[in-house]
């Protein structure tokens, strides 16, 4: 795990309807600064289904699919995520 590099701090231009792009600056500021950047690569879980994690992501930059996988093994596409997103808000609560 990284700190946040000071370039995160500045507005990139989050998406408007995104969380980050929702927040005032200094409210976006304040959660950027707590936070500790993690860098995946691509195709990699980053949340297992059903599991109960006590922490959330907050994309800086990328997508990602929300998918569920049911009993047969189909899976089902259930939302795709962009940075200034939050996900596994659903596993942590």
Known sequence: MLPMPTTMTQDPGWPSNSLLGRLRDNTRQELLNIGTVVRYTADREVIEQDAKDTHVLLLLDGVVKVQT???????????IRVAGDLVGEMAAL
């Open 69 to 79: 996988t049911d009993e047969t093994g189909d899976t089902a596409l259930l939302a």
